[in-house]
């Protein structure tokens, strides 16, 4: 359209009023730009003030979680995922159906973990013998987890200090070529005839077969580490020595057993899990030992069961005898006896102050019996029991204030078949406790010593 | 052509281009404020296979938390339960033998003032349909907790292995003849929780039934402060009064009680595997029940000596559990359970008391 043009013919727009230049955003964009500006202020404000650091820029640091089960990326209020949730929520929430430890006949095939218990006091000497023992079980190492608990040793004894290195030689599969090493140490420094003088008056076979009993080769896994070893200290405030004359005093027997009762339920009770099927109880001088015992016992799947257990004497006193007489039947005259006793006393069995007339395992053994013969029992001695974890689920233990007018393992084994548990034991399976010449065997042994000397030089003369 | 009367459209028709930047600058604002943090996927570094499911019966042989060579050592002298319990960081393991999920019971324990990092907790359930139904709620109760920030230090739940009793309603509980086989369940399931929770770290165990569904937000800092080796509150139970037509409360666990005469005549006259149960008047043992010792206006901080405990709410330092203590599930002296564990208590050389005037209370049907 042709607006005014004052006559010329003219196709440029003409605008009417003054020329002058235009002015940009005039009223069409202006408001809308005003607001748009107000709102990108205040929105650049609120977001500088409230806003996280999660602005696609560069990072000045990395979270990381460091969990048992690994390294992820993220922290915690990152968790967001399924997978996180559910490794979060795993890490302290646990869930055990009791059934599925019962323990079975093979329980090393079927994958049942033992829990491994030992009570130590003033064993620094034996440890090396005991820890040859615990290599030496052909039980599958990754199903047994070992559990000491090391009280009251006398100042010149490091029991804690030695089971911390063997334990962690073991751990690292070393052990068998320290304890090699230090033999042979030991070999070439002692003086030869004080202290194991003794041997020279033991049966010749016997010693041999000791000294043959750790020589390689040595079965399959014997270097494999165990699932886990926990070492717990704790003192009892025990008053009563350790040597062979101060333990065995019938006096002083019942304070005795109950201390030892409190020492093995606190280790028991501290170290047992839900997923334990079998707790094998083992003492630490034992001198010789199936490797196979774990599996031996346990074929017979009976709750309680143990072996018979001798020990070894020089020959002037008859080759051997029965040691643990804390497995027996009971009798009528145990019972009998127990009725005209205080609720305190405790009867300890091979004294002649408490006539029981009981049938103790140790006696029911021949040389040549059968091993897998079993037998019922009611009171069972501490040096090798095996017993299924859900006996000490349920309650049983060992107690430390007179049950039945016992304490310790035979009350332990009353309390189990009172439960009803089934306890046994196999009186022609042995196992064989060290020797430990008491003052009546050494002074023998001086005597018998001298005499030998004296007729020597009586021939040089 | 159609004079628009806005100069704002009028502009946009013209140069249509014009209007890309205020949108742009919408655009940009818009994004910069609505968009969500952390949608991205964290990648997660695993080294162990996954466990999946609740109910997963796979055997871990592999053993969790423990050091590279697995060997750990726990030097019990330093362990100690004392009255400054949270002070000195002592580890509390709650326990509660759960055959029905009450939530009031779990909502009372998230409001429980004792540090929750300090804080264990226990739970067994038996193996019955109704223990399948409280296990999935407890599981979802846990679940909710023990993914967040504010964790309890572990949480454990069993199921127990021996047989129970297929129906828990209170009347059916309560016949007499049926108290013995019921206790001795209840003891096993008590023995099967605490052995295999109890650990080198615990100081104390806090044995809380499932159907106590109120206590004070201080119970553990309370009990703790007695310094007792066993001490049991006092278990009441809130109801509507119908005939003064308000809320009352009323004595609900009459196993705390103090040895009688009378009770230890009708003991020597027992067989060897007969039990004694309190709150049947066919066995009358005259024995003060610390259930009727409660005083209104009386020092909640008052003590008293018991011989007999019942399980509502019971403090024991875990030295005495350790020494053997346990609960019968046979006739230990002509008791059971948790009167027969106070009684084991009592025979290790320890006392036991009650708090008549601390009140917690057991969920009313």
């Known amino acids: 359209m042709i607006a005014d043009t004052y006559g010329k013919k003219s196709d440029l727009p003409v605008h009417h009023g003054k020329l002058a230049p235009k002015t940009p955003s005039r009223g069409a964009f202006r408001r809308l730009y005003q607001i748009l500006g107000a709102i990108a202020t205040i929105a650049l404000l609120v977001f500088y003030f409230t806003r996280k650091q999660d602005l696609p820029e560069v990072k000045s640091h990395e979270v990381y979680t460091v969990t048992a089960d690994g390294v992820r990326k993220g922290g915690l209020d990152g968790v967001q995922s399924e997978e996180d949730l559910d490794k979060l929520y795993h890490s302290t929430v646990e869930f055990y159906d009791l059934n599925d430890y019962q323990g079975t006949h093979d329980g090393n095939a079927d994958g049942d973990v033992v829990l491994f218990c030992m009570p130590l006091r003033n064993a620094e000497a034996i440890l090396p013998t005991m820890f040859k023992h615990i290599m030496n079980l052909t039980y599958a190492h990754e199903q047994i987890d070992l559990a000491f608990l090391v009280s009251d040793c006398s100042d010149d004894d490091d029991t804690l200090g030695a089971l911390f290195d063997y334990t962690v030689s073991l751990q690292a599969g070393k052990l068998g070529e320290k304890l090699y090493a230090e033999e042979t140490e030991a070999k070439k420094k002692s003086v030869k005839g004080s202290s194991d003088l003794y041997l020279n008056y033991m049966d010749p076979d016997y010693v041999e077969r000791v000294q043959n009993a750790f020589q390689p080769p040595f079965h399959a896994e014997y270097s494999k580490p165990f699932r886990s070893v926990q070492i717990f200290h704790k003192d009892f405030g025990q008053l009563i020595g350790q040597g062979f004359s101060d333990r065995h005093d019938v006096k002083v027997q019942g304070i005795r057993r109950k201390l030892m009762g409190r020492a093995r339920n606190w280790l028991v009770y501290n170290a047992l899990k839900p997923y334990h099927s079998w707790v094998y109880w083992r003492d630490v001088d034992i001198e010789m030992c199936p490797g196979d015992v774990i599996q031996h016992l346990m074929k017979f799947n009976i709750d309680v069961i143990v072996p018979n257990v001798w020990r070894p004497l020089p020959e002037f006193l008859g080759n051997e005898q029965p040691y643990d007489l804390n497995s027996w039947i009971e009798s009528e005259q145990g019972l009998e006896l127990a009725k005209t006793l205080q609720e305190d006393d405790v009867i300890v069995e091979g004294y002649a102050e408490y006539p029981t007339w009981r049938a103790h395992l140790a006696y029911i053994r021949t040389k040549d019996g059968n091993p897998d013969e079993l037998i019922a029992l009611d009171g069972v001695g501490g040096v090798s029991i095996l017993a299924k974890a859900r006996v000490f689920r349920q309650g049983a233990m060992f107690p430390a204030f007179t049950f039945e007018n016992h304490a310790e393992t035979e009350a332990f084994g009353k309390l189990a078949k009172r439960m009803g548990f089934i306890v046994g034991g196999l009186p022609h399976y042995t196992i064989w406790h060290i020797y430990e010449p008491s003052e009546d065997d050494l002074q023998e042994i001086a005597r018998k010593e001298r005499k030998r000397r004296h007729q020597r030089k009586g021939k040089q003369n | ?365």
């Open chain 2, 1 to 365: 052509m159609v004079q628009l009367k806005s100069p704002l459209l009028r502009q946009i028709r013209r140069k249509p281009l014009t209007a890309i930047a205020p949108i742009t600058l919408l655009v940009v604002l818009v994004f910069l404020f609505f968009r969500s943090s952390g949608s991205q996927k964290l990648r997660t570094y695993s080294y162990k296979s996954k466990k999946s499911g609740f109910f997963n019966h796979h055997r871990d042989v592999i053993p969790r938390n423990l050091p590279g060579d697995h060997i750990s050592h726990y030097d019990l002298n330093k362990l100690a339960s004392t009255p400054m319990a949270a002070y000195n960081k002592e580890r509390v393991l709650i326990l509660s033998p759960m055959s029905k999920f009450y939530n009031e019971y779990w909502q009372n324990i998230l409001t429980l003032t004792y540090p929750r990092e300090l804080i264990e907790l226990g739970f067994i359930v038996p193996r019955t349909a109704e223990g399948d139904v409280a296990l999935k709620k407890l599981e979802k109760a846990v679940k909710q907790v023990q993914t967040k920030d504010a964790r309890f230090a572990k949480v454990t739940i069993l199921r127990q292995d021996s047989e129970s009793l297929a129906s828990q309603k209170e009347k059916d509980r309560h016949a007499l003849k049926v108290q013995k086989e019921r206790r001795a369940n209840m003891a096993l399931a008590r023995n099967s929780l605490l052995f295999t929770t109890l650990g080198p770290f615990t100081s104390w165990v806090l044995w809380l039934d499932s159907d106590i569904i109120e206590t004070p937000h201080s119970l553990i800092e309370d009990l703790v402060s007695h310094d007792k080796p066993v001490i049991s509150a006092n278990c009441y139970q809130r109801y509507y009064d119908d005939e003064k037509k308000a809320l009352s409360i009323r004595p609900y666990d009459f196993n705390n009680w103090v040895e009688s005469d009378e009770g230890l005549k009708i003991a020597a006259g027992l067989e060897d595997d007969e039990i004694i149960v309190e709150g049947y008047a066919e066995l009358a043992t005259y024995r003060p029940l610390m259930a009727h010792f409660y005083d209104a206006k009386g020092d909640i901080n008052t003590e008293m000596a018991l011989d007999g405990v019942g399980g509502a709410a019971v403090l024991v330092k875990a030295d005495v559990h350790r020494d053997g203590a346990m609960f019968p599930s046979f006739p230990f002296y002509h008791l059971i359970e948790t009167e027969g564990f106070a009684k084991m208590v009592k025979r290790l050389g320890y006392e036991v008391f009650g708090l008549p005037n601390y009140l917690v209370f057991h969920f009313n049907e």
